[in-house]
């Protein structure tokens, strides 16, 4: 998820860790507060390398920094720096436990995410991704901050562990509506004749009322909108051409291969003038897509180029209030054309 949220589990995470030293006086609450913040947001740091172009930059973010094993192995490691700091060596199987705790919440956090992490490397590098919660959501990050916060200013630790598990508690529901959503999309596909084909449903931006649904078919996808709210009201659906001869002639590029991969199939291929462009339909909602490239000028590949994201795109937010609470079916793509 975002640095913000990383940064209010991980100071969270330690001060629940760290809660017997804290109420024996060994160990400010502030003190654990930041460490974990520090711990927390340091997987995101790979963010920082570059990989040579976008698309490597993009998938091979959440990679090795945010794999169990190796975050398990250098727990010890950080463990000893932060007693060493803080002149507290007693302190050292506490603070093992608490930096671990912090270290791997955060990639199994962004794994809710449907952006893809690879937390099972060096064994596996699949990008586990559910997308039961945005990469953004307020109603997640703010338990979490309000209760570190209160207990900061009050000295009460009950403050911290109420904003874990208000906070635990929507991650959960994320995953509950999740599955009520699919299951709904796929009661209503199986009434059209879209019964077949790659389905995937995600949150949408800042809410885990509204779900995007995506169909992959052969020669096309579908878009289509889910609201927790709409009861039995029909899912109105938009469909996109794919090129099947324009996929099947760049399959093998490695910019193509490398996110066909990381989407897990759910991407699109299309000419736009003299140039390819390769969008990945995960995330965004069309026609905004958070990560779209150009692969190709003419019948000549090139160095990935990501595009800029639409910046003018107020309409879309606007909409998403709108259908989340039921108000219109109107598809997004109409509105913006």
């Given amino acids: 998820m975002d640095s913000l949220s990383q940064i209010a589990l991980g100071a969270a ?5 760290f809660g017997k030293p804290i109420r024996d006086k060994q160990l400010k609450l502030w003190q654990a507060a930041a460490a974990g913040a520090v711990f927390g947001t340091l997987p995101d740091l790979d963010v920082l390398i570059s990989h040579g172009d976008p698309i490597s930059d993009m998938t ?7 794999a169990l094993f190796y975050l398990t192995l250098v727990s010890p490691l950080f463990a000893w720096l932060l007693v060493k700091l803080l002149g507290k060596q007693e302190l050292f199987k506490q603070s093992l436990v608490a930096i671990w705790l912090v270290l791997i919440t955060h990639p199994l956090l962004d794994t809710l995410t449907i952006y893809g992490t690879q937390l099972a490397l060096p064994f596996s590098d699949y990008p586990f991704g559910t997308g039961s919660v945005f990469v953004i959501d307020p109603l997640y990050t703010l338990p979490l901050l309000i209760g570190t916060g209160v207990a900061l200013f009050n000295k009460k630790l009950s403050w911290n562990s109420a904003g874990l598990v208000l906070s ?6 994320g995953l509950v509506a999740q599955q009520w959503a699919y299951a709904e999309v796929r009661q209503q596909l199986a009434t059209t004749d879209h019964k077949t084909g790659q389905l995937l449903v995600t949150a949408t931006p800042f809410n885990t009322l509204l779900w995007r649904a ?20 029909a899912m109105q659906w938009r469909s996109f051409t794919r090129d ?9 590029n490695p910019a193509v291969a490398r996110l066909a991969w990381f989407s897990h199939g759910f991407y699109q291929l299309e000419q736009k003038g003299n140039e390819v462009l390769m969008t990945d339909l995960r995330m965004g909602m069309a026609p905004f897509y958070s990560f779209s490239f150009v692969i190709a000028d003419g019948a000549q590949a ?3 180029v990501q595009l800029e994201f639409p910046r003018d795109n107020s309409a879309s937010f606007v909409w998403l209030y709108q259908r989340a609470l039921a108000k219109t ?8 054309q």
Avoid at 60 to 66: A, G
Avoid at 168 to 173: D, E, H, I, V
Wanted: charged share 20%; net charge negative.
């Fill in 13 to 17: 995470v330690s001060v629940a860790a």
């Fill in 60 to 66: 091979l973010h959440r990679t090795e920094s945010h």
């Fill in 168 to 173: 635990s508690a929507y991650l959960l529901f």
């Fill in 214 to 233: 995506v169909v992959i078919k052969d020669g096309e996808y579908m878009e289509g909108y889910y609201s927790l709210l709409d009861g039995s009201t």
């Fill in 244 to 252: 099947k001869t324009l996929i099947e002639q760049w399959k093998n």
């Fill in 302 to 304: 090139k160095p990935p």
């Fill in 329 to 336: 079916q109107l598809p997004l793509s109409d509105l913006v």
